[in-house]
C-alpha cells in the first residue's frame, strides 16, 4: 500500500503497512509477488511511462508519429472512410507520413461519425488487439456516437487510470465512493467491489471501492456517502456541488476523505474552491471522452492537465485549423493512438481549451492549462457572441431553496429557467431570479420560469446546468468566442 504523499519509487525503510502490496498470481508464490500477465503488462507500462513523461516534446512527437503511421497504413487498408480520405492527402502505401500529409487530413466532426457510421469500421482488426466492444456515448446532443474499440484499448486505459492513481500518491488501502451512472440496478446502500478498477486489482492489493447509482436524489446520496466515509470520492462536478449543498444543510462531514476526484464533465473553478473551502480537500479531475478514453490528468502539482501522449495526440487549433500558441484557446483535435477498429483520425470532440506552455512539475507531456467547455453549453448572446455562462451563482446569489435548475436558451432573446425547489417562489422571488440570470447572462432576456419535481441526468449521469437549442453554424467552435471572466 503507497503512503499518502509518497511515490511508487519512494517507498525508502517503512513500516509493512504504508508499503505497496503487490499481489502474486503464482500458486505458492507470496512473496516477491509474481502477477499475471495482465499485472505485469499494467507495471510494465507505469515503468515505460515514468520515463516517457519526461522527454522532450519532440521526441514525444516523433514516437507518436510513428505509432500513427502504423495506425494510418492500417485504416488505409481496412477501413472504408480512410481508404478515400487517406489517398486524397497524399497518403499512400510507400508515403511517409509527414506533418504536411497529417494536416491535409480533413477533421472528422461528431456529424462525420454519425454518418459514416460502418464506413469508420475496419474489416480487418490485428489479432492480438483483443476482443472487439462497441461502445455508445450518451447521446447529449439527441444522437449518440457509436465506435467500435478493442480489449487493447481498454488495456491502455487502465494502465492511464493506474498512473493517475501513482501521479497523485492515493493510498492504495482506503475506500473509495464512486457515484455514476450504473450499467445494472444498484441498491440504496450502494454496491461493494474488492477494488478500485481493474488496474488497481490486476498488479496490486487494493482497498474496496462502493458504487453509488448518481441519479438518486442528492440529499440521500450525501447521507450515504458521509455513512461510508471513504478515503476518496469519485463524482461528476454537478452532482460534487449539490453534495456540498446538502453536506451544508444536513451538518453531515467527511473525517476520513482525503480527495475529491471528478470526471465526465466540466470542472469549474467555483465547485473546486467550495470543495476545498468546504471539505478542506483538493479537487482532482481528469479529461476524457466514452469513445476515446482518458484524454488528459490533471498534474499532481498544480490544476493544469497533461496530454497523455502515449496513448492519445491532441491538438488544439485556431479558426483557420492552425495549432495554437501557448496561451491561446481553440477547439480540441484528438487522435486515439491505438484504436484499430474505429479509427478516429483528427476528431473534433466540440471542447475547446486553452493551451499551455511547459509545466515547472518536469513533464515533457504537453500542457492544457484550461478545458474551457463543450461548445454545444455556451449561451448565444444578442450579438452573435458564444461564451460559456456561470450559473452555479444561481444558487447563493437567491438565497431561496433550490435543489436544482437548468438554465435552457430556445431562442436568441428566450431563455426556459427550470427548477427543482422545496417550494413554488412567489412574484417577487421570481423576479429576482429573472434579474440574476439576466446579470449572469449579460443581456436582457426573456425568461420564462417552470417547476419540476427533478431534473434529470442524461443516460450516462452527466447533467448540463445549460443547454443551447439555437443550431451552431459552422466553424462556430473556432470563431465569435467570448472566453469566461475570470
Known amino acids: 500500500m503507497l503512503a499518502r504523499g509518497m511515490s511508487a519509487s519512494d517507498l525508502g525503510d517503512l513500516a509493512p503497512q504504508d508499503a505497496i502490496e503487490f499481489r502474486s498470481r503464482l500458486p505458492g508464490v507470496a512473496w516477491p509477488a509474481v502477477p499475471d500477465e495482465r499485472g505485469m503488462t499494467m507495471l510494465a507500462l507505469q515503468y515505460q511511462f515514468e520515463r516517457t513523461e519526461r522527454w522532450a516534446p519532440e521526441r514525444l512527437r516523433r514516437f507518436q508519429f510513428q505509432q500513427l503511421e502504423i495506425l494510418l497504413r492500417h485504416a488505409a487498408a481496412h477501413v472504408p472512410h480512410y481508404k478515400e480520405v487517406l489517398a486524397r492527402a497524399g497518403f499512400g502505401p ?13 477533421v472528422l466532426s461528431r456529424a462525420d461519425v ?81 477494488n478500485w478498477n481493474r488496474a488497481i486489482g490486476a498488479a496490486l492489493v487494493g482497498g474496496p471501492s462502493v458504487l453509488f447509482d448518481c441519479t438518486r436524489p442528492a440529499a440521500d446520496l450525501a447521507r450515504s456517502i458521509a455513512r461510508l466515509d471513504p478515503d476518496y470520492l469519485l463524482i461528476y462536478p454537478s452532482l460534487l456541488a449539490e453534495i456540498l449543498r446538502e453536506a451544508e444543510r444536513q451538518g453531515l462531514r467527511f473525517p476520513a476523505l482525503a480527495e475529491v476526484s471528478t470526471f465526465g464533465e466540466h470542472l469549474s473553478d467555483e465547485v473546486r474552491a467550495a470543495a476545498r473551502a468546504e471539505l478542506d480537500v483538493p479537487v482532482c479531475d481528469v479529461y476524457s471522452a466514452e469513445e476515446v478514453g482518458y484524454i488528459a490528468l490533471q498534474c499532481p502539482d498544480c490544476t493544469a492537465y497533461h496530454v497523455q501522449s502515449e496513448t492519445v495526440l491532441v491538438e488544439v487549433l485556431d479558426p483557420e485549423g492552425r495549432a495554437c500558441a501557448p496561451g491561446a484557446s481553440g477547439r480540441v483535435v484528438v487522435t486515439p493512438l491505438h484504436n484499430f477498429a474505429s479509427p478516429l483520425l483528427r476528431y473534433d470532440i466540440g471542447d475547446r481549451a486553452e493551451l499551455g506552455g511547459p509545466c515547472t512539475c518536469g513533464r515533457g507531456l504537453p500542457v492544457l492549462t484550461r478545458i474551457l467547455g463543450r461548445v454545444r453549453n455556451m449561451l448565444v448572446a444578442p450579438d452573435g457572441t458564444r461564451f460559456w455562462p456561470r450559473l452555479n451563482a444561481l444558487f447563493k446569489a437567491s438565497g431561496l431553496p433550490i435543489r436544482q435548475f437548468q438554465v435552457i436558451q430556445r431562442a436568441p432573446d428566450r431563455l426556459e429557467l427550470r ?54 453554424p459552422a466553424g462556430v467552435s473556432a470563431i465569435g468566442v467570448a472566453e469566461p471572466r475570470e
Open 114 to 194: 454519425q454518418r459514416e457510421g460502418a464506413r469508420l469500421r475496419a474489416a480487418a482488426i490485428p489479432a492480438f488487439h483483443g476482443a472487439v466492444h462497441e461502445v455508445v456515448t450518451s447521446g447529449s446532443t439527441g444522437t449518440p456516437v457509436r465506435v467500435l474499440t478493442t480489449e487493447l484499448s481498454g488495456m491502455l486505459f487502465d494502465a492511464v487510470a493506474l498512473r493517475e492513481a501513482f501521479w497523485h500518491r492515493r493510498n492504495f488501502a482506503g475506500v473509495v465512493a464512486v457515484v455514476r451512472a450504473p450499467r445494472i440496478p444498484i441498491p440504496k446502500g450502494g454496491k461493494r467491489a474488492a
Open 419 to 472: 427548477l427543482a425547489t422545496a417550494r413554488p417562489f412567489v412574484a417577487a422571488e421570481e423576479e429576482g431570479l429573472r434579474r440574476i440570470l439576466r446579470g449572469l447572462c449579460r443581456a436582457d432576456y426573456i425568461v420564462e420560469i417552470s417547476y419540476h419535481a427533478a431534473i434529470p441526468r442524461g443516460p450516462s449521469g452527466k447533467y448540463e446546468d445549460f443547454v443551447c437549442e439555437i443550431a451552431a
Open 94 to 106: 510507400e508515403a511517409a507520413l509527414t506533418g504536411e500529409v497529417w494536416q491535409r487530413i480533413p
